[in-house]
């Protein structure tokens, strides 16, 4: 498996973070690890200045030294990635949100990190992690800066949120994860909701009991379609608006060390209104999640 962890070299210990998270994973996947940067100081494939004047030519010039200086730090970075994963370096131009989900398309897998920012600053800045969620066409793995990193040799506990008649990431997670526990997690609509028998679908039993008997019975039958049968299945209420909450709630609950789950948990109209579940399982959860978009080959 091909890794590529986006990092930051432009100050502080931000990449050497990201580094000691993303190494045990590409261990566990028996994969090499390639570091990338994007600059936006770099002129690499930019036209040169249509009308040079000393003060341009000037501008030039220190743009290319900072580049310079950030592809020195980005190959010094990618020395400290022990040699049985070292990949290479992959320094590109532009800013993280639009050029990474380019690089990350001659990938398996894109580690990424988050600062986890909460409140005003959340909504005046939005997340970069965030908004690589909703445009990647390849699985994201999202670690949280200052978490101890998962040891590559750990017996792993993942929380695979699934929706009913739907298998979520069960099939990455049997391909990729072997050895792994894992544990379903269904989030249920409010009490407050219709019945389905009530809204027509007069196939599904119409007492709550029942329902979710049959949800149930549902999530074991998909586990056991893909080789796990046997693994704990668990109904959670749902207390807010976004059922994302619930996940993490049932992830710090259980002590998950990992959280691996499917883009576009919800139809467009909720994501619309409320956002989408798993940017709001990446903010909340209390270990690493791993979003593998809708038609990722198995």
Known sequence: MRLVAAVDVSG??????VVEQAVPWAQRLRGTLDLAYASEWSTEGLPAPIA????????????????????????????????????????????PVDALPDVAEAYDLLVVSTHARRGLERVLLGSVTQRLLRQMRTPVLVVGLGDPPVPADKALKVVAPLD??????????????????VEIVHVLPPDRWLPAALLGDSSQPSDPAGRKAAVEADLRLRAEKHGLPGCDVRLVH??????????????????????VMPTHTRSALEQWFIGSVAERVVERAPCPVLVVPRGTPR
């Open 164 to 181: 009913e008649g739907d298998d979520g990431a069960l099939g990455w997670i049997v391909k990729h994860l072997l050895g792994c526990r």
């Open 238 to 259: 749902r207390d807010s608006s976004n059922p994302g909450d619930a996940v993490a709630e049932a992830a710090e609950a259980h002590g998950a060390d990992l959280i």
């Open 12 to 17: 502080g210990e931000g990449g050497a973070a």
């Open 52 to 95: 040079p004047t000393d003060q341009l030519d000037a501008l030039w010039v220190d743009w290319q030294l900072r580049a310079d200086a950030e592809r020195r730090q980005l190959v010094a970075l990618q020395k400290s990635v022990p040699e049985a994963v070292r990949g290479a370096e992959r320094f590109v131009t532009g800013r």
